[in-house]
């Protein structure tokens, strides 16, 4: 078996909403077949990290085979 087929596979997109009131959306979509934690995360544009708010409210995100999450930042 090849070692890559073991590893998570992931599809993102993005949505800007360009109002300051409301968030931009980041999707993550779980193309794997087994069930996937993501422990730390950190979005970026221009080399420089974008606030997702204070890092103590994050929780670990679970997502399931095949299911996507989807982050806001605010």
């Not at 968030?23 to 087994?34: E, F």
Request: aromatic content about 16%; hydrophobic content about 35%; proline content about 3%.
């Amino acid at each position: 078996m090849e070692i890559w087929k073991l590893y998570p596979r992931f599809d993102f997109t993005y949505f800007l909403i360009g109002d300051p009131n409301q968030g931009d959306i980041v999707t993550i979509y779980n193309k794997s077949n087994k069930s996937v934690v993501i422990k730390y995360f950190s979005i970026e544009k221009n080399n420089k990290n974008i606030s997702l708010g204070n890092e103590a409210d994050f929780n670990i995100i679970a997502i399931k085979s095949h299911d996507y999450f989807n982050i806001r930042n605010k």
